[in-house]
Nanobody
């Protein structure tokens, strides 16, 4: 059974930073691409960042240059470093993996507000 547990969300002022973590179990983590999504109120869930098993990253245009995904395969953990946060980054952030279907964590709330 796959478990994905996000942490690190919170309230931050515009321009601030947060680092999200996602601990994974139940998958062969090192070979799995991992995904970060977010969903703002009233909006569809959107893909923010992808990181392959080898560490190659792809970002949505809206976060490129501000967000950085990384992974520690020894800890089965993926991270999302978010810098230069904007109010429009406010959302619930989810990590995801594909393992017999798309698997989701419970999400962590990120609120960017002054």
């Amino acid at each position: 059974q796959v478990h994905l547990v996000e942490s690190g969300g919170g309230l931050v002022q515009p321009g601030g930073s947060l680092r999200l973590s996602c601990a994974a179990s139940g998958i062969i983590f090192s070979v799995n691409a991992m995904y970060w999504y977010r969903q703002a109120p009233g909006k569809q869930r959107e893909l923010v960042a992808t990181i392959t098993g080898g560490g190659t990253t792809v970002y949505a245009d809206s976060v490129k240059g501000r967000f950085t995904a990384s992974r520690d395969n020894a800890k089965s953990t993926v991270y999302l470093q978010m810098n230069g946060l904007k109010p429009e980054d406010t959302a619930v952030y989810y990590c995801s993996a594909v393992h017999f279907g798309q698997q989701w964590g419970q999400g962590t709330q990120v609120t960017v507000s002054s």
